[in-house]
């Protein structure tokens, strides 16, 4: 099946520093990827969407300059997160969807991040 | 009010009971998913309905499509069912997903 490598896991980072997150889907074309945040006891919710080859867009809140998100071919994505504080310690997901598969939607593993 | 809601928040239930899962959404939607997460954070897609029932293995969803509700079952339950459960809507074809505040769904044995 369908198969999304997220990484890393985990990263613990200085405030001040940036940190790039990696999906990469592994046997399919992500035409459009979804990424997430999950701050602890709170629903996911979705930051912004990107299709390969264009920008992102991005939901209400969630700043573009930030959170620097880059969709250059159908099987990577990546987020950046610039100049991160620790109020931006949270647990971050991508989700690929593939016109192929009707929408259906795979998940990555997440990646945890800590800023100290 | 939250476009998604979820009921029970938590549920603890011993091993082969019956367990059901309810979620409301307020919103016109195209897909309703469900998802299970594990305590690493992991999420697998269980289901995608915009209609009736679907089934797999010892999974069941429903979809009520009038009433803006969907349920997830699970029969025979067992502990490594143990997870979040989380209903999720969306609304256009290619849109992110609304999630429910999720289900910790605990099965002792």
């Known amino acids: 099946g369908a198969v999304v490598s997220q990484h890393p896991s985990w990263v613990i980072c200085k405030s001040g520093t940036s940190v790039k997150i990696e999906c990469r889907s592994l046997?399919?074309?992500?035409?459009?990827m979804f990424w997430y945040r999950q701050f602890p006891k709170q629903s996911l919710m979705l930051m912004a969407t990107?299709?390969?080859?264009?920008?992102?867009?991005?939901e209400q809140g969630v700043e573009k300059d930030k959170f620097l998100i880059n969709h250059a071919s159908l099987t990577l994505s990546t987020l950046t997160v610039t100049s991160a504080h620790p109020e931006d310690s949270s647990f971050y997901i991508c989700?690929?969807?593939?016109?192929?598969?009707?929408?259906?939607?795979?998940f990555g593993s997440g990646t945890r991040l800590t800023v100290v | 009010k939250n476009e998604v809601e979820q009921s029970p928040q938590n549920l603890t239930a011993q091993e082969g009971e019956f367990i059901t899962i309810n979620c409301s959404y307020s919103?016109?939607?195209?897909?309703l998913h469900w998802l299970q997460q594990h305590p690493g954070g992991g999420i697998v897609s269980l289901f995608m309905?915009?209609?009736g029932k679907k089934k797999h293995g010892r999974l069941i969803a429903t979809i009520n499509i009038q009433e803006k509700h969907s349920s997830l079952h699970i029969t025979a339950s067992h502990p490594r069912d143990s997870a979040v459960y989380i209903c999720?809507?969306?609304?256009?074809?290619?849109?992110?997903?609304?999630f429910g505040k999720g289900t910790h769904l605990i099965i002792q044995p």
């Open positions: 999720a809507a969306r609304r256009g074809g290619a849109d992110g997903l609304t």
């Open positions: 309905l915009s209609s």
């Open positions: 990107s299709n390969e080859g264009s920008k992102a867009t991005y």
């Open positions: 046997d399919f074309q992500a035409t459009t």
């Open positions: 989700s690929a969807s593939s016109r192929g598969t009707f929408y259906g939607y795979t």
């Open positions: 919103v016109g939607i195209s897909a």
